[in-house]
């Protein structure tokens, strides 16, 4: 985006001033707008991608935050419920990244890169949806009926039929019961400072298996 223009996909471009809807591309109009947009774009690509293979690593046990909040956007390595990469056709991972995947499921898992930064105990609390929702963890959510300028409603977020919540970091790995009241699968863990991974499962029959679409982390101490 530049001002009132916006680029997509690198060829279709809408004027927003005049254009909200973004329902008329004028790339054929403004054709030396899209050369300098897309170049832009190549120029941003390349510098934010420069170091993309260094791994970020985030960080838990802060004393500017005593919670913090992780979601599947963030996962390593992504898999699907059988073992596979759950990859794109150019390689990148695909996790559940959007509200709508999530509402229908996703059986994917992978890990978060954590860095503990002070050794003590944890709470780390496994939901799939968020704590705003105040749904449990089999539970289904309503479609949206907001309207969405642009935009589509929300589809019904399906129920899942959960029944235990595994939680793997450092040296602890402990599964616990899903049942139909519980809204977070909670542990308690003593970690010691130091890079680590942090690894979700929620199982069921019929091999449903996928990863906490969010994880709540809270020191102890």
């Known amino acids: 985006m530049q001002k ?27 054709p030396d707008k899209v050369k300098e947009m897309r170049g832009l774009y190549e120029e941003w690509f390349a510098d934010v991608f420069s170091d993309y293979k260094t791994r970020s690593y985030i960080q838990i046990g802060s004393n500017k935050a005593k919670s913090m909040v992780l979601t599947s956007h963030d996962w390593m390595e992504v898999i699907k419920a059988d073992g596979t990469r759950a990859a794109s056709p150019g390689g990148e991972d695909t996790p559940p990244f959007a509200h709508p995947q999530m509402r229908r499921g996703w059986q994917r898992n992978g890990y978060w890169d954590i860095e503990v930064l002070r050794e003590g105990k944890y709470k780390i609390e496994l939901a799939r949806w968020p704590e705003e929702a105040g749904r449990t963890i089999t539970d289904g959510i309503p479609a949206s009926n907001v309207s969405i300028p642009g935009g589509e409603p929300f589809g019904e977020g399906i129920a899942l039929d959960i029944k235990n919540a595994r939680l793997k970091i450092q040296e602890f790995d402990s599964t616990v019961s899903v049942m139909e009241e519980t809204k977070t699968a909670e542990f308690t863990v003593a970690l010691r400072k130091g890079k680590t991974k942090l ?9 449903l298996s996928l990863g906490a679409y969010w994880v709540y982390i809270s020191n102890e101490e």
């Open 4 to 30: 009132n223009w916006r680029l997509v996909y690198g060829k279709e471009l809408y004027d927003m001033r005049n254009d909200p809807g973004q329902r008329i591309d004028v790339a054929k109009i403004y």
């Open 199 to 207: 690894r979700t499962w929620f199982t069921g029959d019929e091999g």
